[in-house]
């Protein structure tokens, strides 16, 4: 359906825990969070009830996010289910790629659920600063994922790091290589000021264009596929099997575009991940709305989506207070 902007809104993304098996510096503080009460978290019967509605109002594609979605426990049964609620075209997946790692089957299995794209988050290749950002030694994990995803035909894989200046910004080179020679999508993303990521200070995309071009020589963009799927521009470079890409909500704002609303574990639907609040499905679903109820209850949450985020207003009130781990990314 269209927005009060005349955006078409096609697109969510669903957290389905806020649990996670990393502690990213930037997303989770190194002691966690208290885990939101299991009583508290959509059930997976809910969350399938309200993506028979979103797709009702014009949903067509389901990205399954967290915390970790991989650590909700049926998880593959849940995506199958949401894979098959008419309307729905797309089911992908973000993770950290740990578990797929440790057993890479779940990769196959993923596809088999009816997942046709995997992003893997990964930030740096040096295994101490993996270790330094996300508390875990585990970058052989997320490296054995990325191969275990790109071995899968009809699986597309994509890795998204985060652009941080005071870890990764001597790794664009190297990270960017991960599209070499396989045939996926390498995509940087700006950091946003959302929880801990305020204490982050990122980098640009144009500031990386240029890196690569002096390494890899001239990228031509996508025009194919530039405004597909969402936000992210595409380029290639030379004798690259994969391309790069950039998500830069900061210095190259697409809100004008944004196809995007999300609901997270709690069953809060929000209409843009900077503002706080949202429409509590959950307690319409746990008073015993009908379908009807809780269709318009979406559609006027969508309809009354904010025209853009606010984040280079530095303004405090009405923003969202909560870490990335409970929105979903
Ligand atoms: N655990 C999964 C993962 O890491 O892909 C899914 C949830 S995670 C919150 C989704 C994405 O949000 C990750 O790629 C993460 O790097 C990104 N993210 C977290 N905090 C961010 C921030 N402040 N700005 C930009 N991206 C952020
Ligand atoms: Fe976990 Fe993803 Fe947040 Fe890292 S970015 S702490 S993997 S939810």
């Known amino acids: 359906m269209k927005d009060q902007f005349n955006r078409n809104i096609d697109y969510i993304r669903i957290s389905v825990t806020d649990r996670c098996n990393l502690r990213c510096r930037y997303c989770m503080p190194s002691c ?66 740990v578990l797929i790692g440790q057993q890479p089957e779940l990769a196959y ?125 595409y380029y290639r470079l030379e004798g690259f099997c994969g391309r790069v890409g950039f998500i830069s909500a900061m210095s190259h704002m697409f809100c004008g575009e944004c196809n995007r609303v999300r609901l997270t574990s709690e069953g809060l639907l929000k209409p843009c991940l900077q503002y706080a609040g949202g429409t509590d499905l959950r307690r319409l679903l746990r008073n015993g709305a009908d379908d009807e109820i809780l269709r318009d209850a979406i559609r006027e949450a969508i309809y009354n989506k904010p025209q853009h985020h606010r984040f280079l207003d530095e303004i405090d009130d009405e923003m969202e207070g909560q870490g990335m781990s409970f929105i979903g990314g």
């Open 109 to 233: 299995q993923l596809a088999e659920a009816g997942v046709s794209s995997i992003n893997i988050s990964l930030d740096t290749l040096n295994r101490a600063r993996y270790e330094m950002l996300t508390g875990s030694d585990g970058l052989d994990d997320v490296m054995r994922a990325i191969d275990a995803c790109c071995s899968i035909p009809n699986l597309k894989a994509k890795v998204n790091a985060v652009t941080l200046a005071d870890y990764n910004r001597d790794e664009v080179a190297e990270l960017a290589a991960l599209a070499r020679d396989r045939n996926l999508d390498v995509r940087f993303i700006e950091m946003m000021p959302i929880g801990l990521g305020k204490d982050f200070k990122g980098y640009g995309q144009d500031w990386i264009l240029k890196e690569l071009e002096a390494v890899y020589g001239l990228a031509a963009m996508d025009e194919n596929d530039c405004r597909g799927n969402g936000p992210a521009v």
């Open 32 to 97: 966690g969070v208290a885990s939101v009460p299991h009583g508290k978290i959509l059930t997976f019967d809910e969350i399938v009830r309200l993506t028979q509605r979103f797709a009702e109002v014009g949903i067509r594609k389901v990205k399954i996010t967290g915390g970790e979605p991989l650590v909700r426990r049926g998880v593959l049964d849940l995506i199958r289910e949401i894979r098959q609620v008419s309307g729905i075209d797309e089911v992908t997946l973000t993770t950290n790629g």
